[in-house]
């Protein structure tokens, strides 16, 4: 029989929380965004009051081979300088007990602080989420960490009492009978079993410190947590959180400040940026490999071309991965990336169909920069022309790892920026040719989904080909920004041939009526006046408020055939989408 690498060990769910704010129990989760709505907490704690199961907790032991590098988690101070458990399954439930039991703040998907607040009704023995009614209601106690902070300070007594005097000077307010002494029994009984929560026994698995991260990680993405299967990224933040804290909280600040409007800091408007997608940037960068899977064996010390494990490797990855990290967190690079993809274009996260395009992309600009030497306005050309081409043909979509592996490794022969150029124009070439452009794209266009790779490189094309609003002055980049738009948006997505014509003209199948083909953006005013009337009514109305130069440069821009007006709806779309293809393809020269 195999031997277990882990022990279980039922534990009080009090000795695990306590550990968790003492730092003996390390627990990333108080450091980066709790994903849970406060509703998935309350149901936690009806399952625990009603004796139901929530499920199992997986800790590691702290590797030996790590002792030295080992730091606190989270904000709050701990007796323990360092963690000796990680929670490698379960973060998630124990943040959600420990934040909402203990008044201890996490963070939201933005990284903002706030409060996970749970109510409970003692007398029914409900939970509920904190809103501002029940606050005001004196039949809940709105807070419940009130009670369990109490406990600690050994004033339960008190706080029971002064609930129940609450609840009966209310009740004499609304001239209904005070608590009766069965009723107040029942509120000291329902309080008590509150805090017997902390009893509350967690089936509790503890691998042991002998066994390597390349172990536990394959134990931690084979389990479910919730139904949610933990992945490589969850458990490398756990590592760096714990053997690099000083790097994982430069992640987080990066991470954070790309969502807070500001100057100087890695806010912009083409994405907001996850720890994942740094993780991604810098193994990237540092070590020329695309799946995560590596870097966690990074982390432990491997040599990837030998599979030797040594503390001499450990170190010079690490060192490797910290310079590495510093090129993706530079704002320097950072900005001029942005600014390359604005001019391909992209100026908002509206048009970003693949983040992955914009990780891997940058990925590339910084390996051009740094190890191929390249300078300012060849490097730029050619990441705008690359980012254009990967977008349109969903390049970093699918197969992504594997993708971007095999142009790693294609990459490893090239020794200079020029050869590099060259690479990356024959990658471009092979997928930029003229049955892409003439067949290929026009085929891709033929779809109603909303949101579409080749839809955002039709209005980035017009960006870059400095293209006005449909019969109107207005650049199309102007309503893309920040305060563009007023109580109604600056910008709408509106039907060439109104769905409504359409319906009474017997087509009523949605996805033939929702063709991006017969998609446009108008501005707000012009909307209006197009409103659900024929193209034949509208496109006369508009015909006689522009000179013949201005309108026929309008439908031009809009890759509108001549005449389109008195089309046949579905000719209409087949010759539209060959002009959006070609207007595409405009666009791409521009940026040569």
């Not at 947590?225 to 994982?248: C, H, M, P, W």
């Not at 400095?466 to 893309?480: K, R, Y």
Request: proline share 3%.
């Amino acid at each position: 029989m195999a031997k277990a690498i882990y022990s279980n060990t039922p534990l009080a769910l009090g000795d695990l929380l306590k550990d968790v704010r003492n730092g003996r129990i390390g627990l990333p989760d108080l450091q980066r965004p709790f994903v849970w709505k406060d509703a998935k907490v309350r149901d936690l704690f009806d399952s625990m009051i009603k004796g139901f199961p929530i499920g199992y907790i997986l800790l590691w032991e702290s590797p030996s081979d790590y002792d030295e590098k080992k730091t606190t988690i989270g904000a709050n101070e701990k007796s323990f300088h360092a963690p000796k458990d990680l929670v490698i399954d379960g973060q998630q439930r124990l943040t959600a007990l420990v934040a909402s039991m203990y008044e201890i703040t996490v963070k939201d998907k933005n990284y903002k602080n706030r409060r996970i607040r749970i109510a409970f009704k003692p007398l029914t023995k409900e939970f509920a989420v904190w809103t501002k009614a029940i606050d005001n209601s004196a039949e809940y106690i709105p807070d419940i960490s009130q009670l369990f902070i109490a406990k600690e300070k050994s004033q339960s007594s008190a706080e029971r009492r002064a609930f129940i005097k609450r609840l009966n000077e209310s009740r004499v307010k609304q001239q209904k009978p005070e608590l009766s002494d069965e009723e107040q029994d029942l509120i000291e009984e329902r309080i008590i079993e509150l805090l017997q929560l902390e009893s509350y026994q967690m089936p509790t698995l503890e691998i042991n410190r002998e066994s390597n991260e390349e172990d536990v990680a394959d134990i931690f993405v084979r389990v479910n947590s919730a139904g949610q299967k933990l992945t490589e990224n969850d458990f490398i933040l756990t590592l760096v959180s714990v053997y690099e804290k000083e790097r994982r909280d430069q992640i987080n600040e990066f991470c954070e400040a790309s969502r807070i409007p500001a100057d100087r800091t890695a806010y912009n408007h083409i994405m907001s940026i996850d720890p994942s997608h740094i993780i991604r940037m810098t193994v990237g960068v540092g070590f020329r490999r695309a799946r995560l899977r590596y870097a966690y064996m990074i982390l432990r010390g491997k040599d990837l071309e030998t599979g030797i494990t040594s503390q001499t490797v450990r170190m010079k990855n690490m060192t490797i991965f910290k310079e590495a990290l510093d090129k993706v967190l530079d704002l320097n690079n950072w900005h001029d990336y942005l600014n390359i993809l604005k001019s391909a274009g992209y100026i908002s996260d509206k048009l970003i169909a693949s983040t992955n395009a914009v990780v891997f992309s940058y990925v590339l600009y910084l390996i051009a920069k740094y190890d191929y030497g390249m300078k300012n306005q060849q490097l730029r050309k050619m990441i705008r022309r690359w980012f254009f081409m990967a977008t349109v043909t969903a390049f970093y979509t699918g197969s992504t790892e594997t993708d971007v592996e095999k142009q790693f490794t294609d990459m490893r022969d090239i020794h200079d920026r020029d050869a590099l150029e060259g690479y990356i124009d024959r990658v471009i070439a092979s997928r930029f040719t003229d049955d892409y452009f003439n067949i290929q794209l026009p085929i891709e266009l033929e779809t109603a989904a909303p949101i579409t790779p080749t839809w955002n490189c039709f209005i980035a094309s017009q960006i870059v080909l400095g293209h006005s609003m449909l019969f109107g002055t207005t650049p199309i980049a102007n309503v893309f920004g920040v305060g563009s738009s007023g109580t109604k948006a600056a910008l709408d997505r509106h039907h060439i041939f109104p769905k409504k014509y359409l319906f009474d003209q017997g087509i009523e199948n949605n996805r033939d009526r929702n063709q991006i083909a017969n998609f446009t953006y108008l501005d707000y005013q012009t909307n209006i006046s197009v409103s659900d009337e024929s193209p034949a009514v509208y496109v006369e109305y508009f015909r006689n408020q522009l000179s013949a130069a201005d309108f026929k440069k309008s439908c031009e821009q809009h890759a509108l055939p001549d005449g389109f007006e008195t089309m046949e709806y579905f000719s209409f779309l087949k010759e539209r989408r060959k002009l959006m293809a070609q207007l595409i393809r405009e666009a791409f020269n521009r940026l040569n």
